[in-house]
């Protein structure tokens, strides 16, 4: 067994725990049971995905997925902030029609 093939095994079997991980995160998005865990699990998931990519680019000797890996990270950074921003919003109009309803 050459060192080439020693790679190519580690990256197969990295990717395929990494894989199995993604399954686990995607199912925590789903299930929650809170929002927190939700948005948490979604980061979750686009830091696999980065690193799959990652894997991909090693694997297939591809560099150009190394840039491609940095723009999703850029983009999966900015949608967990959304997300953030959307969940504080709507827990804050909550929050302000219970003040609301008890000082009436």
């Not at 686990?24 to 990519?53: C, E, H, K, L, Y």
């Not at 959304?82 to 029609?97: R, T």
Request: charged share 15%; hydrophobic share 55%; proline share 1%.
């Amino acid at each position: 067994m050459s060192l080439k093939d020693a790679y190519f095994y580690l990256y197969t079997i990295a990717l395929l725990i990494v894989g199995v991980l993604l399954l686990f995160s995607f199912f925590r998005a789903i299930r929650g049971p809170r929002i927190a865990d939700r948005i948490v699990s979604i980061n979750m998931i686009g830091t696999q995905i980065i690193a799959v990519i990652c894997i991909l680019a090693l694997l297939l000797k591809e560099d150009y997925l190394a840039d491609v890996a940095l723009i999703y990270a850029m983009i999966s950074f900015l949608s967990v902030v959304v997300l953030c921003k959307v969940y504080l919003g709507v827990h804050w109009s909550k929050q302000e029609k219970k003040e609301h309803s008890q000082n009436a």
